[in-house]
């Protein structure tokens, strides 16, 4: 049996974007946007015009914590996927995460709103390609939003989990973010060495994309990894798995002080050959 190819998506680990940084080329005149194929992987990822603090800036702007939220006490993760256009405009928004339904819609308002991206570049050229942005709700003890600083209690945890980590003060968006000591390509080389895929899940032919989260402490140990999006349970328990071996990651900083920060990781699974009768 030849080995099973495993192909890692390691373009997205801010919990809030999906691009760490701004564009330095300028105001760019991307074609209109029309129907097409959507790059999976492009050369250059879609960006939030001048990049995560600019798009964390509009979504604190933006935001409007619904009333009926805040009778509720209403708090939770939401994350929509969409697709960026060739022209920048969000396009497909398609849930995958919930939270309170008034909170879900207020996320969507929020991306609806926001300004065309820089599209995504494919071999020169201009291409729709899908994104995602996560978004934290919490109330503060003046029921205001907050839009940066998160201590949501997580619902879905199943690797490493420290209460403690997960009651103390989360944040989604940090001046410095955490990083693999490493770096992306040794990451990527770690999860393909680590996973071992499941023999139900690749009999049936099973395979995708499973988005995780994770919470890179204040000195860098990895805890409270959970399955955002799942395929299959033990696609979703082999992630966990290997996740949960990953050594201490350069923590995120925050005003010169080390954090702890929530991110995400997504990692597809992909058979090269075809399923075990």
């Given at each position: 049996?030849?080995?099973?190819?495993?192909?890692l998506?390691?373009?997205?680990?801010?919990?809030?974007?999906?691009?760490l940084f701004?564009?330095?080329?300028?105001?760019?005149q991307?074609?209109?946007?029309?129907?097409?194929?959507?790059?999976?992987?492009?050369?250059?990822?879609?960006?939030?015009?001048?990049?995560?603090?600019?798009?964390?800036?509009?979504?604190?702007?933006?935001?409007?914590y619904?009333?009926?939220?805040?009778?509720?006490?209403?708090?939770?993760?939401?994350?929509?996927?969409?697709?960026?256009?060739k022209?920048?405009?969000?396009?497909?928004?398609?849930l995958?995460?919930?939270?309170?339904?008034?909170?879900?819609k207020?996320a969507l308002?929020?991306?609806?709103?926001?300004?065309?991206?820089?599209?995504?570049?494919?071999?020169?050229?201009?291409?729709?390609?899908?994104s995602?942005?996560?978004?934290?709700f919490?109330?503060?003890?003046?029921?205001?939003?907050?839009?940066?600083?998160?201590?949501?209690?997580s619902?879905?945890?199943?690797?490493?989990?420290?209460?403690?980590?997960?009651?103390?003060?989360?944040?989604?968006?940090?001046?410095?973010?955490?990083?693999?000591?490493?770096?992306?390509?040794?990451?990527?080389?770690?999860?393909?060495?680590?996973?071992?895929?499941?023999?139900?899940a690749?009999?049936?032919?099973?395979?995708?994309?499973?988005?995780?989260?994770?919470?890179?402490?204040?000195?860098?140990?990895i805890?409270?990894?959970?399955v955002v999006?799942?395929?299959?349970?033990?696609?979703?328990?082999?992630?966990?798995?290997?996740?949960?071996?990953?050594?201490?990651?350069?923590?995120?900083?925050?005003?010169?002080?080390?954090?702890?920060?929530?991110c995400?990781?997504?990692i597809?699974f992909?058979?090269?050959?075809?399923?075990?009768?």
């Open positions: 049996m030849n080995a099973k190819r495993l192909l998506s390691l373009s997205a680990l801010s919990l809030v974007t999906v691009s701004a564009s330095s080329s300028g105001q760019l991307p074609p209109p946007a029309d129907e097409g194929r959507v790059i999976e992987n492009p050369d250059i990822p879609a960006l939030f015009a001048g990049g995560s603090g600019e798009m964390h800036k509009f979504i604190s702007q933006t935001l409007r619904p009333a009926d939220a805040v009778e509720r006490n209403a708090q939770g993760l939401v994350v929509y996927t969409f697709i960026v256009e022209d920048g405009t969000l396009t497909n928004f398609d995958i995460h919930r939270a309170d339904s008034s909170l879900n207020e308002r929020i991306l609806q709103a926001m300004p065309p991206w820089r599209p995504a570049k494919y071999k020169g050229q201009y291409v729709r390609s899908k995602y942005v996560p978004m934290y919490r109330l503060n003890k003046n029921a205001n939003a907050v839009a940066r600083n998160t201590t949501t209690r619902t879905n945890t199943i690797g490493k989990t420290n209460p403690d980590i997960a009651n103390s003060e989360v944040y989604s968006i940090v001046e410095k973010m955490p990083e693999y000591p490493y770096g992306e390509k040794e990451l990527a080389g770690f999860i393909a060495h680590q996973l071992r895929y499941p023999k139900e690749r009999q049936q032919g099973i395979e995708g994309r499973i988005l995780c989260s994770f919470i890179v402490a204040a000195d860098g140990s805890f409270n990894i959970e999006q799942g395929l299959h349970p033990q696609l979703d328990n082999e992630a966990v798995r290997v996740l949960s071996l990953m050594s201490k990651w350069i923590p995120g900083e925050n005003k010169g002080e080390k954090v702890n920060v929530k995400l990781l997504p597809d992909a058979i090269d050959e075809e399923p075990i009768p």
